[in-house]
């Protein structure tokens, strides 16, 4: 991995701080064409014949350039989905419109914040709509009333075991519900559903990142529970990245309406401070534009104002570090430099007991080589999600035990 990567490009996208050096163009798309050779984050999916054609295309890096080159790409998969989907091969349209959705969401990567790339996010969720059609079982778009506003998501249920437990996944930083929303596959294949959201400040969500914005998933757990095919005893959280945040903060202020929560990668305290953004900013992880995409989060643009943000988020500054959660599996990496493992170690320490896996060679998300992001979430995340989804045990009466 090429360091400094994310620094270097957030000064060309006019980042207010950072420390290294810039790469040159041809550095970044040597680093891009690499993690798309061997199916890495942010590029998981994309071909690399595909990568290498956008990339060609690119001779600077203007914003809305990056969106053309990507969207080029796109439009071909979208146009052989139409027809395909004429002559009724669906599984053909399926899958091209599955990768239309995978370039024109890498388009608008990490955050919609130019024209472009704002036309680019629009399409990608036009692309993946257009492919949840083939899907079975089928995938519903839903709209939950929040404060005389509408929160959209994904809900697919497994037709089997009604009424089913069901995971409320949430997108992070880069990533949006859409793919969550694929992630979720797996869990059909275990008989569980699961409800796909953004997070505060990022996709479709009404509204930006603040203290109280956790309301809107008390809003879509109302909804849920008014779902009859839906277990509401049975409902576990899943938080990946500064989504986290929002699982291990919904555990703990809805914990008698959860069963569990995932908080991998998260944010708790520590990554709100002043020392670790400036130090994180300079994180090779994060491909580029990382302080644009944290401070659309708020909606702010300075460092200065997203700092100010700090003392509210922090869990610990809340007065909620300590109260009583609900079940919750905390997983990193020790050198994760997104995201301080020191937070992981907060939450670990106080409240309600919890579980804990970390990668003592992992970075963000306790993603390793050793480590990848799919075993992880194979071996640790749904194995623990699915020993939560089991319905509790009958209680045996005086007469019958």
């Known amino acids: 991995m090429l360091w400094g990567l994310g620094v270097a490009l957030a000064l060309l996208f006019a980042l207010p701080a950072a420390a290294q050096t810039p790469p040159t163009l041809a550095e970044l798309k040597q680093e891009i064409a690499r993690r798309a050779e061997h199916n890495l984050a942010p590029l998981t999916g994309l071909k ?103 929160i959209a998501g994904y809900l697919r249920l497994s037709k089997r075991g009604r009424p089913v437990a069901l995971v409320l996944t949430i997108g992070g930083l880069a990533s949006r519900k859409e793919d969550m929303a694929e992630e979720g596959a797996a869990f059909l294949r275990h008989g569980i559903g699961f409800l796909a959201l953004d997070m505060p400040g990022t ?22 529970a008014k779902r009859p095919e839906i277990d509401r005893r049975r409902i576990i959280l899943r938080g990946l990245g500064w989504s986290g945040y ?38 090779p992880d994060f ?45 990193n990496g020790e050198k994760d430099s997104q995201v301080p493992i020191w937070d992981l170690d907060l939450m670990l320490h106080n409240g309600s007991a919890k579980e804990a896996w970390v990668n003592p060679n992992g970075f963000h998300d306790g993603v390793s ?7 992880v979430f194979d071996l640790v995340v749904l194995p623990w999600i699915l020993k939560r989804a089991e319905p509790e045990p009958a209680k045996l009466t005086a007469a019958g035990g």
């Open 287 to 331: 491909l580029f534009d990382l302080f644009p995409a944290r401070a659309a989060v708020f909606g702010v643009n300075s460092l200065d104002d997203f700092l100010a943000y700090g003392t509210r988020m922090s869990l610990q500054d809340e007065g909620l570090i300590d109260k009583p959660a609900a079940p919750m599996l905390l997983v």
């Open 48 to 150: 690399p014949a595909d990568v290498y054609a956008a990339l060609a295309k690119i001779k600077s890096l203007d914003r809305d350039e990056w969106a053309a080159a990507w969207s080029a790409i796109a439009e071909i998969y979208a146009a052989r989905a139409k027809s395909a989907e004429a002559k009724h091969q669906e599984k053909l349209a399926h899958d091209d419109e599955l990768m239309a959705w995978r370039l024109y969401s890498f388009a608008r990567w990490p955050v919609a914040n130019s024209p472009g790339k704002a036309k680019a996010y629009r399409e990608a969720l036009e692309a993946y709509r257009a492919a949840a059609r083939f899907l079975d079982p089928p995938m519903e778009i839903v709209h939950i009333p929040f404060a005389g506003m509408q």
């Open 369 to 375: 080589p050793d480590w990848p992001a799919i075993n």
């Open 246 to 283: 929002w699982a291990a903060k919904i555990a703990i202020t809805e914990r008698a309406r959860v069963k569990g929560a995932v908080v991998q990668g998260a944010p708790i305290h520590f990554f709100f401070q002043a020392d670790w953004q400036k130090k994180s900013l300079a994180t």
């Open 203 to 224: 996709g479709e969500t009404p509204i930006k990142a603040d203290v109280g914005a956790e309301k809107m998933f008390s809003a879509a757990l109302d909804y849920l």
